[in-house]
């Protein structure tokens, strides 16, 4: 036998084994993020949090502080973020000692247009610190923004949204099943969650991660288009080109990146997305 014909289904053997790997640890991990679900809320007036940062354009106008919250009932196999998964892994602060920190970039960033984003992690796993956060610098006269998947949008009262000048909501996919197997959950709560926040009529953007092989079908596409058009307050539809740039914090946390071997979206697939948005009149950045 030639040594190409026995490396060939050595080759096949090792991807088998890797895909294998690969499907047990998602598995594993989101029975993880199940028990995230559990996760008691620390007491009123206090939160756990993985980091505080400011940024650029990306979680809302302006520049912006954001707080990143942590524990997360999904497991999307894109996250950027899997450093904010598990709320134990977290620190605890508490509203008045992150209120001191936005004190201290408060000037800044109101001359900036920006505001503060309370992201994570899953903000909503954490409602009572999530609202009061919102709260404290919406009364303070600062912009407000929640980063959520939606998936927990039952546990955001309407004073909470009240709060709320700016909600960013990931829709990950339309497909149920396509979205199932990206976040290892339900698509619905997301969708209904969105419908509230229209009947309330709360200021939405969008945010849709394009990943080829994964999100990328044209019905897939057409349907979150179609969707978001019936909404009525969706500002905008950020279409994120997936990335690969979070392989590294997997590597350093000793998880496999689900992802590593599926390359960006090419300029011509982004071409066709933002034209599938503009087909239904949806402004898409
Ligand atoms: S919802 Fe956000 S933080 Fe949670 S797994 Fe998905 S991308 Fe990561």
Redesign the pocket.
């Known amino acids: 036998m030639r040594d190409s014909q026995l490396n060939e289904p050595i080759a096949r053997l090792r991807q088998d084994s890797i895909a294998r790997l690969r499907h047990e640890s998602t598995a594993r991990l989101r029975r993880d993020?199940a028990a995230e679900l559990c996760q008691a809320e620390p007491a009123a007036g206090s939160g756990v949090i993985e980091s505080w940062d400011l940024s650029v354009g990306v979680d809302g106008p302006g520049t912006r502080f954001v707080v990143f919250t942590c524990g997360?009932?999904?497991?999307?196999l894109?996250?950027?973020?899997?450093e904010?998964?598990r709320m134990r892994d977290g620190r605890r602060v508490t509203v008045d000692e992150v209120m001191t920190e936005v004190d201290g970039y408060r000037r800044f960033i109101s001359v900036a247009g920006g505001g503060v984003t309370v992201s994570?992690?899953?903000p909503l796993l954490q409602p009572r610190f999530t609202g009061e956060l919102l709260r404290r610098c919406h009364e303070s006269g600062l912009h407000t923004a929640l980063d959520t998947?939606g998936?927990l949008g039952d546990r955001a009262s309407d004073a909470l949204l009240a709060d709320t000048d700016l909600v960013l909501l990931?829709i990950?996919s339309y497909d149920p099943k396509g979205y199932r197997r990206l976040?290892g959950a339900s698509l619905e709560p997301t969708l209904r969650f969105a419908r509230r926040l229209a009947d309330l009529g709360r200021p939405v953007w969008v945010r849709f991660v394009l990943v080829p092989g994964l999100t990328d079908e044209v019905e897939n596409v057409d349907g979150l288009a179609r969707f978001v058009a019936t909404l009525g307050n969706v500002e905008r539809v950020d279409v994120l080109p997936f990335h690969r740039m979070a392989a590294g914090k997997y590597a350093r946390l000793g998880l496999t990146f689900p992802l590593a071997d599926v390359r960006p979206p090419d300029r011509a697939l982004l071409d066709r997305v933002h034209a599938q948005f503009a087909a239904h009149g949806v402004t898409s950045v």
């Open positions: 993020a997360c009932p999904l497991r999307c894109y996250c950027h973020n899997p904010t998964w994570g992690g899953e998947s998936f990931d990950k976040t």
